[in-house]
């Protein structure tokens, strides 16, 4: 048997999601970057997006397999994503994200994306620092979001049964039974 690994929602697409969403919602000419926090830097303001998987669930939902004898098996998983804000108004940035979050049509993309939002895992935190002689202004908070883990394998497919055996109509009487199917 051999299989191939993909995801319902793999990174790039993640990485698209939410750029799009924080793009939208965060201020006008505001770059996003998908990135660590320590990456190299835009100019600013800017947004920084890092997204880690918090859990897998420990069972898979085998799926039937299709004609080919290819079969799905689904793995729940929650995705952690944090947001730094960098630049003047670094927390109205992180307002405006959290706000939208109570919207139903900002859920409503999140779900047609197979990307459904979860909550809020910390609120908004001032990370407001010093960066050599001047002041930077930041601001962080961490979302949860669900996504499927799809592994895809080839389990084969059963092309025929052959059998025969007793079947117990009523307590009194037997049938005998003899069966045959293939594909």
């Not at 970057?33 to 859990?55: C, D, E, G, L, M």
């Not at 670094?90 to 706000?99: F, P, S, T, V």
Request: charged share 25%; no cysteine; glycine share 6%.
């Amino acid at each position: 048997m051999s299989g191939s690994t993909g995801a319902a929602v793999n990174d790039t697409e993640i990485k698209t999601i939410v750029q799009k969403w924080a793009q939208d919602f965060s201020a006008e000419n505001v770059t996003v970057v998908f990135a660590n926090q320590n990456a190299p830097r835009p100019a600013y303001p800017y947004i920084t997006v890092h997204k880690t998987v918090s859990a897998e669930t420990e069972h898979s939902t085998i799926e039937p397999p299709n004609d080919e004898g290819m079969a799905d098996m689904v793995d729940d998983q929650t995705i952690s994503i944090s947001l730094q804000s960098f630049g003047d108004g670094a927390a109205d940035i992180m307002e405006n994200l959290r706000n939208s979050l109570k919207k139903v049509t900002t859920l409503q993309y999140f779900r047609d994306k197979e990307m459904p939002f979860i909550r809020i895992l910390s609120g908004i935190n001032d990370l407001t620092t010093v960066i050599g002689s001047r002041q930077e202004e930041r601001a962080g908070m961490d979302l949860e979001f669900r996504a499927a883990n799809v592994v895809t394998d080839d389990v084969g497919l059963i092309e025929s049964v052959f059998g025969s055996g007793e079947f117990e109509k009523t307590s009194i009487e037997t049938v005998d039974v003899t069966f045959e199917t293939g594909v």
